[in-house]
């Protein structure tokens, strides 16, 4: 397949730029054959990438509608009763079931859907084979399989959302008993059911994905890349993918557990029950709180799932644009290193009040403020590369500073809530939701447009409009720290997370008076997204031409290929590497690319 | 309004984001044309200065913006309106403000840092960057440094841990409090200090909501076969509420928590604590409070105040509504009202009916 491929460059676009490779021709490639049922990395990477953008839109349109409801409570929306029916918006209000329901699926999309595989899925897709000089993924064929696993589960998922009784409505974490009784909840009934398939699925999916980019690293790299030469970005991708690998499959046994409990009887989860309107049943010895262990052991590697590929491009951006390597490389792979070790370590302080050990308790909070070590070296390295840097204000940088901002103010509250002490307080309040909106939510967001703005001359042959991109940036940076800072008093106030209504509480309601403002923040940061979305595929058609290979004078290897890639890459020889991928601004020079061999006088770093 | 002017009024507003659209996107446009015709070098000085210039406004407005933040939201949060209301709480206001020194300041610091620099080392025409790639020094001072910050958090954070986890002194009013969709029940032992026994087959939603097993009974396990179940005395005199629970000032009070059916939780902000109710596994809080309910409307100048118990684990589509409250009184005030509650044992089973009921299955209450 991969030979084929090297010997048949057969990408359209190729010719009518006229780039360098006109000697090889045509072939029986269909329309679905290249599009469609594609084994092109290149090609799976942007399936992966509008997908999750579909998902992005989703995913925000349910926010902005759960967000209608807390931020007008007492306001009546009719157009939305004629819009959604009945279940959803009852005399113009957004129901409690509705609105669970879309809390539930909005986080479940998010998490999943658009911050894994539409950002990992994208990118570890793209830039591994063509950063670390190859032709394509190990096996393109589970690359492939990889997408429309993936597109499955968004299918099913999609599905849930039109079934009787609606999608899922227990919280994406899905904790039993809950989420294991239809009877407790009409959103356990077949909305869960479709929700366990469609995880089941996009586990499956990820793990075809994540074995591959694995294997793609550590064994088809191009003559001279050493794995230190590595660009940070492949370093993050691989700890991405390692971390995923190990936990996902934790995450499976988790949700088949719960089918078994659900469907055929068991008592893996379930203990002493009694539910209204049924009665006492029949399950005695389970323990709800295995599933928390479980799920968590998950859950706390997926949230670095979601950030460690950011940081890798975001360190890769910061360099390339401040014309100046990256600071400290190898504490830079180690605190990768640190963090994929340490994300396996913490995950029981999701539970610091679940009746945990006390003891085992402080023992979490230990590794969990270790976490915090390696985040420092990160932050205080990417402060480094700008100093004295000479910093172009690419869309693409703009998002990455904005990556580290919010990297910042995200991971320090961290601290406050990995303090158990602290986080019996601040837990299931809104505290939580801006730590981990502004920690993991926007900052990698900011990540994946960094990246977006960054390769998207690399997928498309094209540039974004960058006056849009400057525009994108500032609403977007502004907007979500208008939304998410003030949500931490409200987590201080004491105002619990998941409420559909706040008016009936003495304590809270003063405090929930500013939702309206959030709300609204929320929905022109919202529509600044759709901006972004069309410059998007306006510039696929109709963007500035790129016309040379290397816009960003960059050093990495995707920058030599010619302007429009086919399968395959590079038409001819993949090019040797010398060196690191850091070379900015040494010895009087720019930059000096990857595959440039050594100098007789270069100075050693 | 009629319906034909709600539909207009919608095309309005889309129409006019439709037309922001469209002119943010002309000017985008014409700006893309006049950066080719300037060259990409012209133009990305002159975005370059604009960015820039943004960037420090940025930092300067946002570092604005957090102290107004703090100004006008500081005063609704638990600290500042009424403060701590119990001896933990106090504790864990101190260490929040500890973490919000130490985090505050790291916070200030390192985006002041970010975006001077991102200011300050633009490109400009003519500079050289600084070769800059590596230092074990420099790396070596910030691992070192937050490290030994981290270390003074997880202290005073493990010591307040510990003493928040560890036994309830022997003197705390018991209470037990269980959790069900979507209300709270509570329970005290009664006279004789003791919690009867209670097993999830026994309740009856009506007369029996915590399952008491006061009196015998046969019930069928999962597995079919009968399980004899012994009335045990001590439920007689227990106390069953709903809704509200008293708490005395000044004494400790245990919480045994306990769930129905799915996981809650209890959440009291004032008094700084929580802990999930989860069925099948028994689980306890204690605290001291400090302040009456009614010195608490007078703190925070709220006659309507309030100790609400919120549910705090998503626990189905009522949650946002499971709500309890703790009534904290002074001593002589709790005492009038337990004198006042009566054994639910009794309400169930008047006095004259009792013995007829108990003797259901007098032949195991006797062995
Ligand atoms: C300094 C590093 C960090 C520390 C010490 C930390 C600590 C914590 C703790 C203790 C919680 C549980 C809070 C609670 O539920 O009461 C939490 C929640 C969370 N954190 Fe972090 N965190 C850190 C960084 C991150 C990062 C980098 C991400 C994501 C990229 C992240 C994502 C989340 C998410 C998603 C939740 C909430 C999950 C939920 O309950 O729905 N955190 N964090
Ligand atoms: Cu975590
Ligand atoms: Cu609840």
Redesign the interface.
Known sequence: MITEAVLHNHDVRGHDVHSEDHHEHHHHETFISKYVFSMDHKMIAKQFLITGMVWAIVGGLMSVLFRLQLGYPNESF??LEDLLGKWWAEKGHIT??AY?ALVTTHGTVLVFFVLTAGLSGTFANFLIPLQIGARDMASPFMNMLSYWFFFLAGVVMMCSIFVENGPF???WTA????SA?GD????SKTGMDLWLTSMSLFIISSLLGGLNYIATVLNMRTKGMSMTRLPLTIWALFFTAVLGVLSFPVLLSGCVLLIFDRNFGTSFY???????GV??L???G????LFQHLFWFLGHPEVYIILLPAMGMVSEILSVN??????????MVGSLFAIAILAFLVWAHHMF???LN?FL??VF??LT??I??PS??K???W??T????????TPAM?FA?GF??LF??GG??G??LG????D??L???YFVVAHFHIVMGVASMFGMFAGIYHWFPKMYGKYL????G??HF?AT??GA?LIF??MH?QG???M?R?????S?????K??AS?NAFLSTIAMIVF?VQ??FL??FFYSIFKG?KVTTKNPWESNTLEWTTPINPGHGNWPGEIPEVHRWA?D?????KEFIPQDVPLGHDESQ? | MGATD?IMQ?FLVLAV?ALI?LV??Q???A??YV??LKGAKES?KQ??K???F??LA?MVI?LF??WY??KI??P????F?GGPASEQGL??DS??MT?LAI?GV??VF??V???W??FK????EG?????????TK??LL??VV??IF?TV??V???R???S???EAPANALQVEITG??FGWIFRYAGKDGEFGKKY??M?D?ADNSL?LIWKDTIVN??NGEPQQLKDDKYTHDDIVVEQTMYAIKGRPVKLIINS????H?V?L??F?????A????P?TLWFTPIYTTNEMKERTN?P???Y?I????????????M?GVVEVVTQAEYDVWAAKQKPKYLSVFPPAEAPKTDTTKAGIAKN
């Not at chain 2, 919120?310 to 509504?321: A, E, K, L, V, W």
């Open positions: 009719p157009w409690p079931q669970y409505s227990g919280g904790y039993p008993p809950l009784l407790a909840s009409p959103g379930l203990s002493d029950l009694f539910v209204n009665g006492a029949p399950n005695e389970g323990s709800a709180i401040s014309r100046k390597p990256i600071f400290g490389y190898m504490a009040v679940t009746g006390p308790g402080s909070v230990l403020l270790l915090a070590v420092a070296i932050v205080f390295n402060l480094t700008l100093w004295k840097g000479s910093i172009r204000f703009m500073i580290v901002s910042i103010s320090l509250t601290i406050w303090n158990s002490a602290l019996i307080h837990h299931d309040t409009n960058n006056t849009l400057y525009i500032w940076i502004v720290y800072w003030p008093y201080l106030a004491g619990p998941r409420y559909y209504d706040f009936n509480w003495e304590s809270f003063d405090s500013i529509m759709l901006l069309f410059n500035r850091y900015y601004g040494k010895d009087g770093h | 709600y919608m984001i659209f943010i996107f000017i985008s446009k700006s893309e950066g080719v990305r975005t370059n604009v960015n820039g943004l960037m940025f946002g913006g957090v933040c703090n939201l500081a609704k949060t638990q600290m309106n504790k864990v260490m929040l973490t985090t790291v916070f390192t985006q840092l970010l975006f620099f991102a080392y633009q490109e400009k500079k050289k960057v600084y070769f800059f790639a590596h230092s420099l790396e910030w691992t937050p490290a981290l958090l997880v005073i954070g493990l307040n841990w510990f928040f986890t560890s069900k969709q999830y087959r309740i939603a399952g396990r999962s129905r059916d799915v996981i939780d959440g902000t004032h700084r604590m929580k802990m999930d989860v069925p099948g596994m689980t709220n309507n105040f309030q609400e919120s549910c705090d684990q998503m626990c189905g589509n009522g949650h946002y509504s709500k």
